[in-house]
């Protein structure tokens, strides 16, 4: 390999381009890590998520409670059906002992 004094002119020049654009290229280069932007857009993208899981379990817990609700109105209403049935039951057997 030669030194760099003892090269051409021009190809010294050539490499100390090549050096400049390779610095230059490098310095660009950047984690996600650094980048603010991606730093910021991660941050935003955790803190939707979480949003999303509190939405979700709301949801959750809204849809359970009207489960809930809907489960105490149907066994007040079976309980309902049953005093009828009942009662209807008793007139016909007062019906059928009048009659008789």
Not at 49 to 56: K, P, Q, S
Not at 57 to 81: D, P, W
Request: hydrophobic share 35%; net charge neutral.
């Amino acid at each position: 390999m030669m030194h760099f004094q003892t090269m051409p002119s021009s190809l010294r020049r050539l490499r100390c381009a090549g050096l400049l654009v390779a610095a230059v290229l490098a310095g660009c280069v950047t984690t996600p890590e650094q980048d603010p932007t991606v730093q910021k857009l991660s941050e935003l993208e955790g803190r939707l998520l979480r949003i999303e899981r509190v939405l979700t379990n709301q949801s959750l817990l809204e849809m359970s409670q009207r489960l809930e609700a809907a489960q105490a109105e149907t066994r007040t209403l079976r309980g309902q059906l049953e005093e009828v049935q009942h009662a209807g039951q008793r007139s016909q057997d007062q019906q059928r002992e009048l009659y008789s």
